[in-house]
Structure formats: C-alpha cells, structure tokens
C-alpha cells in the first residue's frame, strides 16, 4: 500500500482550512442566488417589451376600436364619449400605463366575437391547449428521448434506421391530413376513439372547473366515466402532436447524443468498467441534459401557442383556434389578450428552462 | 516469474473504403512489473495498443493476436461482460488531457468512487474514505474539498493526479499511461510523473507508458520499445537508448536539440519505406 510520504497517512494530512468544503457549497449557493437575481430582472425587462409590443400593435392596427366598442350607427356624442371613456384621448403614454394596469388586474378587454370579457374566454381556451400540450410533449419526451439515446448508441443499426424514418415521416407529413386519416381510422371505421371535441356530448359541462384540465378536474370529481371520455377524446390529437415533437426530440437528443459518446470522458467510463447501460445514461446522458431541455421547452412553447391546424380538425376548443378567429373578426382585444398569454407563457418556459439549466450544469455560473 | 501481461502478434485493423487498415500489425511484447516505454510518431499505433489490451476497440474495429494473456489468461476477444470485469480492475489507463477525459457534470469523489465500488463492491463510507485516502496519495493538500469539486474547478496538474486517483482505486495490476503528461505544463508534469511512478512501484505493478517524448521515456522509463506504422521496430533498455541501431530511433534521438551538443541545424527525420515492412530488429 502505497503512502505519501509527505503528508503521512491519510486523514491526517494537512487540515483542510476552515469550513473548505461548506464555503466552497456556500459559495456555489450564493452564486446561483445571485444567478437567478439576474434572471428575475431579465424577465421583468421582457415582460415589459411584450407588453410595449401587443400595446404599439393594438395601437397601429387601422381597426377603430371605438367603432368596434359602440358599433356602425352610434352617435357622433356617443362615439366621442366612449372615445373619452377609453381614455384615447389621454397622451399615448398614459395609456400605456392604463393597458399596463389593466393587463396586470388581468383585464384585457371585451372579445366582440364572443361578447365575454377575453380573460374569461382565455380562461376557457387556454388550459384545453395546455392539456393537449402537456400530453402531447409527455409522450414527445417519453418516446423521443429514449428513442434518440438508443439510435446514437447503436448508430447504423435498425433502431437507428427506424427511428430516422418515423422522424422524417413526422417532419414532412401535413398534420391536418395524419389527424384526417387518424379520425377516419381510429373513430370512423374503428371506432376506438371519441371524435373531435374534449369530451361526447353528455359529459359537457358535467365535471365542475377546478383546474380547466378536464382529465385532472374528473378525477378530482372522482368521476370514472367522464375521465374515460376526455381521455378517448384527447389521445388522437395528443398523440398526432406527439409524434411532431418526438421526431423533433429524437433527432436532436441523436445528435447530442453522438456528441458526447464521442468524447474522452465516456472512454475513461468504459476504463473502469462500467456497462454500456452506465456509461450511456449515467455519463454520457446526464451531459446532454441541459440541451435536452431547451429543446423540449422550446417545443412545448410552440405546442402551447396552440396547433391551430390541429384543434380545427379535432374541434379543440383551444387558444390557437380562438386568436386564429379573433383575427379574422378584427377582435383585437381577444387577439392581443392571447398574445399576452402566449408570450408570458414562453417566457416563463424560458425561465424554467434558465434555472434547470443552472441546477444541473455546474460550469453554469 | 511469469509475466503480467503477455502479447504476441497483435494486429488491430479497421475496414475502410480502399480495403483493411492495420492500425497495428504484429507487436509482440512482455511486461513485467516494470516501466515499458513505448514511443513512436502520431499514428504508429501506440495508443491503439493500448486501447486493444483494454479491449476497447470497438465494431467494426478488429483485434487479433496469437496471444494476448493477462496474469496466463487469455483476454483475446473475451466476452464483453467479462472484459468489463477486467477493465478497471486489474488493467487501467490514463489519458491524455484531464481536461477531456474526466465527466463534467458529476463530482471528483463521486467519479472515484463509482469505479471503486463497482469492483470491490464496498459501501458508499468505505469508497469515500478510498477516494480521500487516494486523493491524499496523489498528494492533493484538501482531499475534502477536492471531493467535493468538479473537474472544471480544478487545474490540469491536480486533473490528472485525480485520474491516477481514480484509475488507482481498484489495485488494478497493469496501468497503462498514454501521453498522461503531454496536456499538462512543462512546471507540473514532473510532479505528475513522480507521484505515478512512486504508487505503481509501490504496488508492484507494471506500467506500460506511451509517450512520444524520447527523453521522458529514456529518464522515466525501464525499458523501451520504438514503434513505427504499427510495428515494434526495436526493443531496447532506456538507459541504452542512445546505442539504438534502427534508422528511425537514431532519426528520432538526432532529431532532438542537445545542450552537450549544438548544431547548426537539426536533422530532419528521412523516413525510408523498407521501415513499414521491416520485421521487428532482433533484441536478446
């Protein structure tokens, strides 16, 4: 057994100086806190630019919204004091502070189309886009992550080859023609399904709102038969969005994949003698975790913004069918009340994006 | 006594598309517990070498030899789960640039450790006191902090003393060092050397050292073999190094600057074809 013959046995060498390992931990902490100070700042800064940008569109858009407000026949006394009542006649940046204000109570106008206030209807649309989303990205993630390790672990061999195929076959496929197709086969002819819509036609408005999530609210219900329905419901156009982003993910967790496996600490693994099953997941694996996460974000933020060709074929009532109508009505309240929402939403996707990648790269400073 | 590690003929050759290319073609050698050097030019095969003893040549790579035997075993084409069972724990490596070769994202202790326990199966306590007492044995002065650190928040000198560190754990027999101090600073690889050299010769294990440097090899090593496209071309004590015979070692000492003896001009390696074919120069 070999012993230093400076420092005598071990243990008993020179005495780390005091607190070395808690400092170094301490320091590391402090760091990260002051990380996230920063990222906090930045994403109010953003927040901020967004909102200045749906402000400025609202403003140059050659609708009137005084008109769209007392509609075609008003009086020229009517017309002027909604004019007044709306605060246009203000300097623009007071009425940037009141759009701000209101944005903030969570005001953002009357929808035209629907004679609601738009938070109301965005509180109706947006969670099915979420739970259609959510779904839709778990099995992106479920099936393109394993999928994308396993082809870059046997590059060239059949799963490789399989998978590059289903990839490119989600890549270049219409989605409106596979969730046709889907609706035909699966609900049509199998009748395996439920058909367009979130829940048949007895369930609607059955489960009482908690969350907006009808699968989550019917098992708060307890309610067996309603959650069976959402989820015949909801299985085609989640996995049909699924299987865009798990070809997304799968080629790209392939190439950060090849990436690591390549490099000098995965021989160094294999020297020790780990499996294959360790050196993959245990080294080479945890190293890509941080690009992995970007891209599942960035594809969850694009799903979020709601697949408009997607909730028109499925008639999902969700945010991208209700902006995309709205936009067509001339209904800028609804249409910049869903930017908003949208935009907020990919920015704490960012965020969330910003602060694991922190957690779990520790050359992150 | 019998040696550690026996090879005979081995031939490491990848398929390309003009044909097979040997990588390594028919080196033969044994170590006993002593430093082998193994020096050659970018290519010669001294690092497939190594990598071929440590069966990671991976598809559609292929090793072949008559004999390759560790401690009278035959390790030739073993099953991978048995290789792996090897691997690590009686032969080791380390490389290049610590820089590279150690895993970013995870802890110094907890990469010692993993190799540790997976071989002798001990607790996590008895690993972390292992890996402190290795980290003291490569004469790191904090063991505790350098326990806790990432490879990013060390230098390059204590990178590669974790290594050996590590590669170290498991008492392995044989380990082979393939250019463990070119990454390093000229100020620190001695330092690096000296402390390999003291726990290999502690342990009593061999050491198989490739190395392109002659001069290291020559001061740091027993014995030496020169290799070149993939052959052994002449086996030699280091200290006799400069009595070498074969061209190519004489091109490679001649084209090293000497303080003893200034020229005007370095000479320039001639290479001559006869040498890629060439069997190996007899040594007694």
């Known amino acids: 057994m070999a012993q230093p013959d400076i420092l005598g046995p071990p243990g008993q060498g020179v005495p780390p100086p005091a607190g070395g390992m808690p400092s170094a931990r301490r320091a590391r902490l402090g760091r990260r806190l002051r990380s996230l100070a920063g990222i906090a700042l930045s994403l109010a800064l953003t927040l901020l630019g967004l909102l200045l940008v749906t402000f400025v569109i609202g403003r140059i858009m050659p609708i009137d919204p005084v008109l769209k407000v007392v509609g075609e026949r008003a009086t020229q006394a009517q017309y002027d004091a909604a004019y007044q009542a709306m605060g246009l006649d203000k300097p623009i940046w007071q009425q940037f502070l009141r759009y701000m204000a209101e944005v903030l109570r969570g005001d953002f106008g009357r929808s035209i189309s629907t004679g609601h206030p738009v938070a109301q209807d965005l509180l109706r649309v947006f969670p099915a886009t979420v739970e259609l989303a959510t779904l839709g990205t778990l099995i992106g993630v479920c099936v393109g992550v394993p999928l994308g390790v396993v082809a870059a672990a046997r590059r060239g061999g059949w799963i490789d080859q399989v998978a590059r195929v289903v990839a490119l076959v989600g890549y270049s496929m219409p989605i409106f023609w596979l969730g046709l197709m889907g609706l035909l086969l699966f609900y049509g002819i199998l009748g395996w399904v439920g058909g367009p819509g979130r829940q048949g036609i007895i369930y609607d408005g059955m489960v009482p709102t908690v969350t907006g999530l009808i699968l989550i609210d019917s098992l708060v219900a307890g309610d067996w038969a309603a959650f069976r329905d959402a989820f015949s419901h909801i299985v085609l156009p989640a996995s049909l969005l699924g299987y865009f982003s798990l070809a997304y993910i799968s080629r790209m967790t392939r190439s950060f994949m090849l990436e690591q496996l390549s490099a000098e600490y995965v021989v160094t693994a294999r020297v020790k003698g780990l499996s294959e099953g360790r050196v993959i997941w245990g080294h080479a694996f945890r190293n890509i975790l941080v690009p992995l996460i970007t891209v599942i974000a960035l594809s969850f933020g694009s799903l979020l913004e709601g697949s408009v060709l997607t909730e028109i074929v499925f008639s999902w009532p969700g945010i991208g069918q209700y902006i995309t109508k709205a936009l067509l009505a001339g209904d800028m309240n609804a249409v910049l009340g869903g930017t908003v929402v949208v935009g907020t939403c990919f920015v704490a996707l960012n965020l969330l994006s910003d602060i694991l990648y922190r957690l779990l790269d520790p050359r992150a400073k | ?284």
Request: charged share 25%.
């Open chain 2, 1 to 284: 006594m019998s040696p550690l590690l026996s090879v005979r003929n081995l031939r490491v050759s990848f398929p390309t598309r003009s044909g097979m290319f040997e990588a390594v073609r028919g080196v033969s050698f044994d170590l006993g517990r002593e430093r082998l050097g193994v020096v050659g030019e970018s290519g010669s095969g001294k690092s497939m070498t190594g990598r071929a003893i440590l069966g990671l040549v991976r598809p559609p790579g292929r090793v072949e030899a008559e004999r390759m035997e560790l401690g009278g075993e035959s390790i030739l084409n073993l099953p991978e789960a048995r290789m792996r069972r090897l691997r690590g724990s009686r032969i080791s490596m380390v490389m290049q640039d610590p820089k590279f070769s150690l895993n970013p994202v995870m802890t110094v202790g907890r990469q010692i450790m993993e190799g540790y326990r997976l071989h002798t199966g001990k607790s996590r306590a008895a690993a972390r006191d292992k890996a402190l007492e290795m980290l003291a044995a490569v004469q790191i002065r904090d063991p505790e902090r350098v326990f806790h650190a990432y490879p990013h928040e060390v230098s390059g000198g204590m990178g590669q003393r974790i290594m050996i560190a590590m590669m170290l754990a498991p008492d392995p027999e044989i380990l082979i060092a393939d250019e463990p101090t070119s990454a390093l600073d000229v100020s620190v690889r001695n330092e690096v050397l000296r402390i390999m050299d003291r726990l290999v010769g502690a342990r009593g294990m061999g050491l198989i050292f490739i190395s392109h440097d002659l001069n290291l090899v020559a001061q740091f090593c027993d014995r030496v073999l020169i290799m070149y496209a993939g052959r052994v071309v002449e086996e030699l004590p280091a200290r006799d190094l400069h009595a070498a015979k074969h061209p190519y070692t004489q091109g490679l000492l001649n084209s090293l600057p000497r303080l003893d003896r200034p020229v005007e001009r370095l000479a320039v390696l001639q290479r001559q074809e006869g040498w890629r074919d060439a069997l190996p120069a007899e040594t007694p």
